[in-house]
């Protein structure tokens, strides 16, 4: 009952959320041929399905796709015209992929730890634990060299990468015991995916893998101990605080998800120059939108969930971190030793936070220690 009534009011929080948006007020009866003879433009109209990974109007990310397309049939005088389907409308969630590398769909909206079955290096630009935030992340894609390797790795499967937003540092999980020591995650089962799985089964724990829509349920009848999801905004939507007693800090699984909108080769070859230039700049501002969302609205409902609940808000112990941090160093070592794509963007990866990290040192680091 209570999650049904979560799921209304999370739509119904999305469509207010489109509906305050100025890009959106216009340009949706545009009838785009006319349109692009009014304009004196004799061009094609690129008429794309965008297949998403999320439910359909997804807070923040299936909202975020719909807006792109919306932006874009505005910004191009209606030249492109986009279609959005959730997951399962037109191709399942891990579809998508598949669907715009054929053809089948000119776009698709995802995160790339999704695709890593495809070619494991594709998942670093997605994030890596105890990887670069999603301020380094925007960074290390448009200005230092990530975004070039990424284009290069997913034109092997007939796909250009677009940014697409970014979650922020994501929260760390809901437990029904508190984590004291790394002997606390031996034998857990725990819902998490991609490398961050990898560094609990080190641990002892069992990655469980658990599509969005089963996890409560899983929590709830114990086929799964504990659960990662987003942040607090999307986790207060799912009920997690309902069933778990502890919320843990940080997501060092996930330390800023890079988001993407990926475009058919041939589909992208189609739009003349300043189309495309048009979808870079709209991915773009999309790609900032949904990172102030999530800071904005994860703000806002971590408050919720620490009033409405006995939720109790717990940090890892350092000293678990720093066990989870060397795990994480025998998967990366691993998976590069058997894959010299994921080598090369690893090591750009890798060189970028060490450089960066350095920086950050200086700045960021010490200017939170003042202000605590
Ligand atoms: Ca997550």
Redesign the pocket.
């Known amino acids: 009952m209570r999650r049904k009534f979560n799921r209304k009011t999370f739509f119904g929080l999305s469509a207010g959320a489109i509906i305050g948006l100025p890009f959106l007020l216009k340009g949706l009866k545009l009838d785009a041929q006319s349109h692009a003879k009014a304009e004196g433009l004799n061009e094609e109209v690129h008429d794309w399905k965008m297949v998403t990974t999320w439910p359909p109007k997804f807070p923040v990310l299936g909202v975020g796709a719909e807006m792109l397309a919306d932006l874009l049939q505005e910004m191009s005088g209606g030249r492109i015209r986009i279609k959005v389907f959730g997951a399962g409308e037109l191709v399942p969630a891990l579809g998508c992929f598949d669907a715009v590398s054929t053809g089948a769909a000119e776009m698709g909206s995802g995160v790339s730890y999704y695709w890593a079955g495809k070619a494991p290096a594709l998942q670093f630009f997605s994030t890596v634990p105890f990887g670069l935030n999603a301020q380094q992340m925007t960074s290390w894609l448009l200005s230092g060299g990530g975004l070039d390797l990424w284009r290069r790795e997913y034109a092997k499967f007939n796909l250009v990468p677009f940014l697409g937003g970014n979650?922020g540092v994501?929260m760390g999980g809901w437990f029904n015991r508190e984590i004291r020591s790394i002997k606390d995650l031996q034998g857990l089962k725990m819902r998490?995916?991609g490398l961050g799985g990898k560094v609990l089964q080190k641990a002892g724990a069992t990655a469980v893998l658990l599509s969005g829509g089963e996890i409560y349920t899983g929590l709830e009848r114990g086929i799964i101990d504990a659960t990662?999801?987003?942040g607090p905004y999307h986790d207060y939507k799912m009920g997690f605080h309902e069933i778990a007693k502890y919320y843990y800090a940080p997501?060092w699984?996930?330390p800023g998800?890079q988001m993407e909108f990926f475009v058919n080769q041939a589909a992208y070859d189609k739009l003349s120059d300043d189309l495309k230039k048009i979808v870079e700049a709209a991915c773009l501002y999309i790609h900032n939108w949904i990172l102030s969302e999530f800071e904005s609205q994860n703000a806002k409902y971590l408050r919720l969930i620490l009033q409405e609940s006995d939720v109790e808000l717990r940090q890892y112990p350092p000293e678990v971190l720093d066990q989870l941090k060397r795990y994480t160093q025998e998967v990366l070592q691993e998976l590069i030793a058997k894959d010299e794509a994921s080598r090369e963007v690893y090591q750009s990866y890798r060189a970028f936070q060490d450089e960066v990290g350095q920086w950050s040192e200086q700045t960021e680091k010490l200017y939170y220690q003042y202000l605590q």
């Open positions: 979650t994501q998490m995916p990662e999801w987003i997501g699984h996930e998800t």
